[in-house]
């Protein structure tokens, strides 16, 4: 089955200091991988996204992914958290062969202070 | 403003009586697809469309149905809402199948 994993329900830091949210994937053919983050009742914000090309990624509010095809990761990360960031981030996989996506269960990032 | 509205965004209905959630787009995009959210399972795609009178379905399409009549509109029916269809929904629409998603604020059903 083709599936999303973000394996940190939540994730916790310092104001400041690099944040890592956690994303891997299992689905056939090449991947279009994208990031989006959601704050309190509200929709959806797209991130980054990795279609081909470099494997690092760099998207709004200082964000940046790495994409690792050989361990099917891609990891948000951003070298110095804001209070700011504290949100629901959703890792997402569209599939290659159709306008199908598979979403991963989400991820609260909660920067403290 | 470049947006994507639904309507309603909060609903409160009983089992067995028919829905519609509208969803509109003002950016021209060819795709659009729904989504439903619940707590623990992420987003999960209903429907999808690709152009006016394309659609096909996604992960979890059962108990939904949805038309692409105009381009900017893909309205989300359901014919006999069940309480496990309580759920957040959202709409989305993208320019092209690369493109980065836009989504709609949201409409929270609520079936007893």
């Known amino acids: 089955a083709q599936s999303v994993a973000q394996p940190e329900d939540q994730v916790n830091v310092a104001e400041g200091n690099p944040l890592t949210v956690k994303c891997t994937y299992s689905?056939?053919?090449?991947?279009?991988l994208f990031w989006y983050v959601q704050y309190p009742n509200r929709g959806l914000q797209f991130l980054l996204k990795y279609i081909t090309g470099d494997n690092l990624v760099k998207g709004s509010y200082g964000f940046e992914a790495e994409f690792n095809k050989s361990q099917t990761s891609f990891h948000l990360k951003k070298p110095s958290a804001l209070v700011s960031d504290s949100a629901l981030y959703f890792c997402a996989v569209r599939l290659a062969f159709a306008y199908k996506y598979i979403f991963g269960t989400g991820t609260r990032l909660k920067v403290l202070a | 403003e470049a947006q994507v509205t639904q309507n309603p965004r909060y609903l409160i209905t009983v089992t067995g009586k028919k829905l519609t959630v509208t969803c509109s787009q003002n950016m021209n995009h060819e795709y659009m697809s729904w989504y439903r959210q619940d707590p623990g399972l992420g987003l999960r795609q209903i429907y999808y469309s690709m152009n006016v009178e394309v659609t096909d379905k996604g992960d979890v399409p059962e108990g939904y149905k949805v038309s692409r009549k105009e381009k900017r509109n893909f309205p989300l029916i359901l014919e006999s809402p069940s309480p496990n269809q309580t759920s957040l929904y959202f709409c989305?629409?993208?320019?092209?199948?690369?493109?980065?998603?836009?989504f709609g604020p949201g409409t929270r059903l609520t079936v007893t």
């Open positions: 689905v056939s053919g090449n991947p279009y």
């Open positions: 989305a629409s993208s320019l092209g199948g690369d493109d980065e998603q836009y």
